[in-house]
């Protein structure tokens, strides 16, 4: 009897544990509906002039018409957080320092990093700057993001799981956005500068000039000038060359294999005089870190201007940042960016001296630095304390036992402002290259076409006015300021410019854009090396006359290995008779360099990776020495990051093999260029499968998901994209790593936007739930565009005054 009852009542308790578990369940599946955004119906909307639309197709892109600009913004601002604002809240936090607040003590080398830039109390004095107008129009996108969040049934899913309070949303936190871009685009040029006076300080100048080029054999740049010609080879390398065989740089070797080029980014366009419409084609594809969601956010715009006349613009928006559109097409006018790479950060190295505590020296002369305390909030600890030094030039940065200024373009007062939102009424390509010369944005190459058919370029974003000549500011500048840093804005009439081309086709993609004039003006922040822009020239240039929007498009598509193929061939050529006999795995990489290649950089090519490897195998042994000594300045401070140069100096050595430059320990080259593939063999062995399953799609194997997965590892299915196996790598147009790429592709002409295509990765929405969440994804990943308006209304909100 007492163990039928003890059955019974474990059965019970075994029952109840059940309907407990699936009520838990039932209510966290409630709840996360109940977080999804309003799609059809009314709501009231206070503040509106008149009612607005929000049409949103099967992919959830939407159409917002309205009778101002004003209500068109609000509406935007609503539909932003309804669909993203927990990735808007990550993009202000990133820029002011409070990613802690959300996930703890690990967050908070990263927040001190961001808050020594002090970013949201300048936004709060950028604010004061703005014009009435734009302050006015920038509240009502704020007013709606506030309504957008507020409407849902429930608080996005992230603060359940993360526990955190909902902040709501400021018009300063619009600005911080845009200073995350910046932080993204552009820090990379702190290290660099490290990275660079670390060579310059441990190489004599004839080292460091050979070691250092300014430009490269691939620079295909936008006037058509020559390159200089390279410095010579010098007799004899630096102590720090090379490093010993063996396995003590392991961890380094690996890092450098696996290495994924974050330089990316593609803009370009054809004249009218080229393509079967007559109106300019411009195309779009901006290479970023992807997650979920995308970075960006599609959208489509529809309202009278100033004179009551209707306008429409189509692209992309940035979710939280002032509610323009940030690439696309105003239907006279369409634009595109890439990263310039302009040289906008100086490191100032400040001078101390025990006999004045607390005071530094600068270029002219004593200051004492003004203190602002910073306190980071923790999750789950106290919170930290962190004091911001900040002088004349900047605040205080120390790497190694080193004081620097950290003088960047970021901090200007001028750094933002929303004369990006003007591109909406440019009539044609000499009023877009204007407007973008006054742009308060991190400096892009800015290329734009008109319905006329005409093209052009400039910079669009805060240029410095240097006096310090251009290769010098790459390197941290002394106190004594023999190089000077700037002190003053590039005015925008000076501005470089191309406008119509003799060609008919303007392209960036991060590399050099000028060898003659006006080069000077933007300097070097670390361009790419050029294979990619040569490669995209080129397959623009092959199109010829008569080019429509597809074929522009496919372009950025190419993924033929042009630049490792050189390296392919200078492995095969290690691997003769002699460096096979007795090793049947070197044997194995000359086979599949030789049978699984097909010229691109495809998914089932093992000979693409080997060739890949091989290549950076190389630089670990030449420039292992000084990866060594650069960590300790911090801050991913590498040989690569010094320049994008490095194969064309390693080319060099292979081509002359000159004695002086032999790393120790070897003894000739050709059993350097052997190391190397054995580097590779060693460190693919380490999975345990044979050579030939080492193809680049196992590699270059997607890993996009949502931030939320880390924090939360069940969950991480349901908030990832599928594992696809991508083709595509850097120095080739199409660019692809596992968390790195092309986070859209776009091509228009203005005024035929209905034949503009479109790809982007994931999809509008941030609820994994959401019908959005992945629409368009498949499409991106096989690289099958989709039209870029809006397709037919699927979903209809009416917002009411």
Do not use: C
């Amino acid at each position: 009897m007492r163990q039928r009852r003890w059955k019974t009542w474990t059965l019970r308790t075994l029952v109840g544990l059940l309907l407990l578990a699936l009520l838990a369940a039932a209510g966290a599946w409630l709840y996360l509906r109940a977080s999804l955004a309003q799609l059809d119906g009314e709501r009231r909307a206070p503040g509106l002039g008149a009612p607005v639309t929000i049409a949103r197709d099967a992919a959830g892109v939407p159409l917002i018409s309205g009778a101002s600009r004003a209500d068109v913004a609000y509406a935007t601002g609503f539909v932003h957080a309804q669909e993203r604002f927990f990735q808007m809240d990550l993009l202000r936090r990133t820029a002011a320092g409070e990613l802690a607040e959300l996930f703890g003590p690990r967050a908070v080398p990263m927040d001190r990093g961001h808050r020594l830039h002090r970013f949201r109390a300048r936004a709060q004095l950028a604010l004061a700057r703005l014009p009435a107008a734009e302050r006015a129009l920038l509240e009502r996108y704020v007013a709606g993001v506030n309504d957008g969040v507020n409407a849902l049934g429930a608080r996005p899913f992230e603060y359940a799981l993360t526990g955190a309070g909902l902040r709501p949303w400021s018009a300063a936190d619009s600005l911080l956005v845009v200073w995350a871009m910046y932080l993204d685009l552009q820090n990379n040029q702190e290290p660099r500068e490290l990275a660079r006076g670390w060579l310059r300080e441990h190489s004599d100048a004839a080292q460091l000039a050979f070691l250092l080029p300014e430009a490269s054999s691939w620079d295909a740049t936008l006037d058509g000038g020559a390159a200089p010609a390279p410095a010579p080879i010098p007799d004899r390398a630096p102590a720090w060359w090379g490093s010993a065989p063996g396995k003590d740089d392991a961890s380094l070797r690996t890092a450098s294999v696996d290495y994924v080029d974050a330089v990316g980014s593609n803009n370009y366009a054809v004249a009218g005089s080229r393509s079967a419409s007559g109106a300019a084609i411009v195309s779009d594809d901006m290479h970023l870190g992807l997650q979920l969601p995308n970075i960006w956010y599609r959208i489509a715009l529809s309202f009278p201007d100033a004179q009551g006349k209707p306008r429409r613009i189509v692209g992309v928006s940035l979710a939280g940042a002032p509610p323009a559109v940030i690439v696309g097409s105003n239907g006279q006018v369409a634009w595109a960016f890439t990263n310039s790479y302009a040289d906008l950060v100086d490191l100032v190295e400040l001078g101390v001296d025990a006999k004045r505590p607390g005071q530094v020296r600068t270029p002219a002369g004593w200051e004492t630095p003004a203190s602002h305390i910073e306190m980071i909030a923790v999750k789950g600890a106290p919170a930290d304390r962190f004091v911001v030094r900040d002088t004349s030039l900047g605040p205080i940065r120390e790497a190694g036992e080193r004081q620097y200024a950290l003088h960047w373009i970021a901090h200007d007062p001028a750094a933002l402002n929303l004369n990006h939102l003007k591109l909406e009424t440019a009539a044609n390509v000499d009023e877009a290259l204007a407007i973008a010369a006054i742009d308060g944005i991190p400096a892009q190459n800015f290329v734009a076409g008109d319905a006329q058919g005409n093209i052009g370029w400039t910079i669009a974003g805060l240029l410095p006015q240097r006096a310090t000549a251009p290769l010098a500011a790459t390197f941290p500048l002394d106190a004594d300021g023999k190089a000077a840093t700037w002190n003053a804005l590039l005015p925008a009439e000076r501005y470089p410019r191309i406008v119509n081309p003799a060609d008919g086709q303007l392209t960036t993609a991060n590399s050099r854009q000028l060898m003659n004039g006006g080069a000077a003006l933007i300097g070097d922040g670390g361009f790419d090396i050029g294979a990619r822009n040569r490669q995209l020239a080129d397959g623009l240039r092959a199109l010829g006359n008569g080019t429509i929007v597809r074929q522009v498009f496919d372009v950025a598509l190419d993924d033929r290995a042009l630049f490792m193929a050189r390296w392919r061939e200078r492995a095969l050529a290690a691997l003769d008779a002699e460096a096979l006999a007795g090793q049947p795995a070197r044997a194995e990489f000359r086979r599949l360099l030789e049978t699984s290649w097909d010229g691109r950089a495809s998914v089932d090519s093992s000979g693409y990776r080997l060739a890949r490897g091989y290549m950076w195998g190389l630089h670990d042994i030449l420039y292992g020495g000084a990866g060594k000594a650069m960590r300790v300045l911090g801050r991913s401070v590498t040989p690569v990051s010094a320049s994008s140069r490095w194969p064309e100096v390693v080319a060099r050595l292979l081509e002359s093999r000159p004695a002086g430059w032999l790393p120790r320990g070897y003894a000739d080259w050709r059993a350097v260029e052997l190391a190397a593939v054995d580097r590779v063999i060693a460190d693919l062995a380490k999975d345990g499968k044979p050579l030939a399953e080492a193809t680049w799609g196992a590699r270059n194997t997607a890993q996009i998901g949502h931030p939320i997965g880390a924090a939360a590892p069940a969950l991480k299915a349901l908030l990832s994209a599928p594992a696809d196996r991508l083709a595509g790598d850097a120095n080739m147009p199409r660019v692809a790593g596992p968390t790195f790429g092309q986070s859209e592709r776009m091509t228009v002409s203005p005024g035929r936007e209905e034949e503009g295509l479109y790809n982007m990765p994931g999809g509008q929405s941030g609820h994994p739930l959401s019908p959005f969440f992945l629409a368009g994804h498949k499409e991106w990943a096989e690289a099958k565009p989709v039209p870029l308006l809006p397709g037919a209304s699927r979903y209809t909100l009416s917002l009411i005054p």
